[in-house]
């Protein structure tokens, strides 16, 4: 199939999935519906897809990674650091261990060192399945973003690990010092080159918008670009392409603040990764629910690989394997809290004691998903020699294709029914600050405002349009400062009064869209002018609306 026709398929297949999930009574995760649409492809089209691990891996990780990097909410990562760090490389660790050995016991076939680098690439977690499985039910903002953060650092450390089992297995030699040294290696490098391009790219940027005009394109084009510089940077100097992208798009949130982009600019910009990250992360659904018949059809070579006497335990080894995957996540966050909360009774605080619910939930949510598919493909083939296999390569790619689809498939059923009715830790609340910053601003502008038409309208015969203009602008400001500062009002009050106004308002544009474009339709309006009116009406809505 052409390269061309075969993007072509990809994407009417993610826009169908779509269409699937919003039709179907039941809710159902995207990633399970993209996963089954694309075991269909093969017989709607035909022919089977190639997958090429690297240019897999090369064309969908590094702009997914850095695009959660960049939007993460760097306070809850500051905040939360330590249990990030806890699960991201600890939990890591104890993982590869323990499943390691686990898979080693179940498989004998297999030898160890390979049972090491199934668990490592089983070791990352996917949040994009997560918020896909979530969608509908509502998981505590602290936790996603728990999951975020610890996902955009496990991703490098299974690989890593990965990498480094890999090739014990492949020259017959490992070293626990020169693993760590590589270890260490490829994570430091990888996170500075991702922070040298970011602000070096973006310094570049910023001096050319200084001396010539802006121009939006280009702007977002580089911003595409970034993420792959990064990577293959990092690649070739054999440092983690991972973290590089991860720390370029965490980068990127606070070199965009010297930038000073036009907000043009950044409305466009946020619509393309938006897009690009939809069907990013809808393709790799897709292809691996179509690479599925051709692993699924590999079932009794793999069985008899494995050694094992039916495919029905090969079945059985997959669950148990996922089972274990759960029990020490579970465990690992138990030992976690129970650390965490003696610490904070030692200090003399109080804190939020969660039940065994909101962790099985946490320890569910560690599904599988976009990395660990693309690294198991990323096997070699042979040993160091060339002349010889690399042991148990199918039956690695079949155990964790079969723990990714188990683990998304338990979630989706677990999670809904845990996150009912969970009793949740306080979420931290802003509202003070967000008032205090909203009238601070409201004072700047009208001080702003003052100061401008005063230095204009000086010895002008039109001073007095100015004074105008001016009134009216500053109008605008001054009822924001008599809303905040009416505080006899109850914030419960005053939350639904800020509903109601938004229902207001968006009936109050839905009502001047309609009228804009009845004019565009009976040409009483300029096409031009037209739709100069109906973007402000989009972009005044996309303030009341949040998207």
Not at 23 to 39: K, R, T
Not at 203 to 209: E, K, Q, V
Not at 327 to 339: E, K, N
Not at 507 to 519: D, F
Request: contains cysteine; glycine residues 6%.
């Amino acid at each position: 199939m052409a390269t061309v026709t075969i993007i072509l398929v990809l994407l009417v297949a993610v826009v169908i999935s779509q269409a699937v999930m919003h039709i179907l009574p039941v809710p159902i995760p995207s990633p399970l519906i993209q996963i089954a649409i694309g075991a269909l492809l093969p017989i709607i089209t035909g022919s089977v897809i190639t997958l090429e691990p690297d240019i897999f891996f090369f064309l969908f990780l590094p702009p997914l990674l850095f695009l959660d990097g960049w939007r993460i909410p760097k306070e809850g990562l500051a905040r939360d650091k330590w249990t990030i760090l806890e699960l991201a490389l600890g939990l890591v660790v104890f993982t590869i261990i323990g499943v390691g050995f686990f898979i080693h016991w179940l498989i004998p076939a297999m030898p160890l060192a390979v049972a090491f680098a199934l668990a490592a690439i089983m070791s990352p977690t996917d949040p994009v399945a997560v918020s896909a499985i979530t969608k509908r039910i509502p998981m505590p903002k602290r936790l996603l973003h728990i999951l975020e953060g610890e996902a955009l650092l496990n991703d490098a450390s299974g690989l890593v690990s990965m990498r480094v089992a890999v090739a014990a297995v492949v020259t017959g030699s490992f070293s626990l010092t020169a693993a760590f040294g590589n270890f260490l290696w490829t994570a430091l490098a990888g996170l500075v080159i991702g922070i040298v391009i970011t602000f070096l790219i973006t310094w570049i940027l910023s001096l050319w918008s200084r001396y010539y005009e802006e121009e939006t394109g280009m702007q977002i084009v580089v911003s595409l670009l970034i993420p792959f510089i990064a990577y293959l940077v990092a690649e070739h100097i054999e440092a983690s392409g991972i973290l590089a992208a991860v720390a370029a798009g965490i980068s990127m949130s606070y070199a965009e603040d010297a930038l000073r982009n036009m907000a043009a600019t950044r409305i466009h910009r946020a619509a393309v990764w938006d897009t690009l990250q939809f069907v990013t992360n809808g393709m790799v659904f897709v292809l691996l629910g179509e690479q599925l018949p051709q692993i699924i059809g590999s079932i009794s070579q793999v069985t008899e690989q494995a050694n094992l006497k039916s495919p029905l335990w090969l079945i059985l080894c997959i669950i148990a394997i996922n089972l274990a995957l759960v029990t020490l996540r579970f465990v690992w966050v138990w030992f976690s809290l129970r650390f965490t909360l003696a610490r904070a009774h030692r200090r003399g605080l109080k804190p939020f004691a969660p039940d065994w619910r909101l962790l099985a939930v946490t320890s569910l949510a560690g599904v599988r998903g976009t990395v660990t598919l693309a690294g198991i493909l990323t096997l070699p083939f042979f040993l160091d020699d060339h002349t010889r296999l690399f042991p148990a390569r199918d039956t690695a790619i079949f155990i964790a294709t079969g723990v990714i689809l188990v683990s998304l498939i338990g979630a989706s059923i677990t999670l809904p029914y845990l996150l009912k009715n969970i009793e949740l830790p306080p979420e931290p609340s802003h509202r003070k600050e967000e008032e205090r910053a909203r009238a601070e601003a409201a004072e700047a502008a009208i001080k702003a405002v003052e100061q401008h038409v005063h230095t204009l309208s000086e010895g002008r015969s039109d001073a007095d349009l100015y004074a105008a203009a001016a009134a009216r602008v500053m109008q605008t400001y001054r009822s924001r400062l008599t809303a905040l500062s009416n505080t006899d009002t109850d914030a419960a009050i005053s939350q639904n009064i800020d509903m109601i106004e938004r229902q207001l308002r968006l009936i109050a544009l839905q009502a001047e869209r309609q009228i804009y474009h009845n004019h565009k339709k009976r040409h009483q309006l300029g096409e031009e002018t037209a739709n100069r009116f109906l973007r402000e009406i989009d972009l005044a809505e996309t303030r009341f609306t949040g998207a």
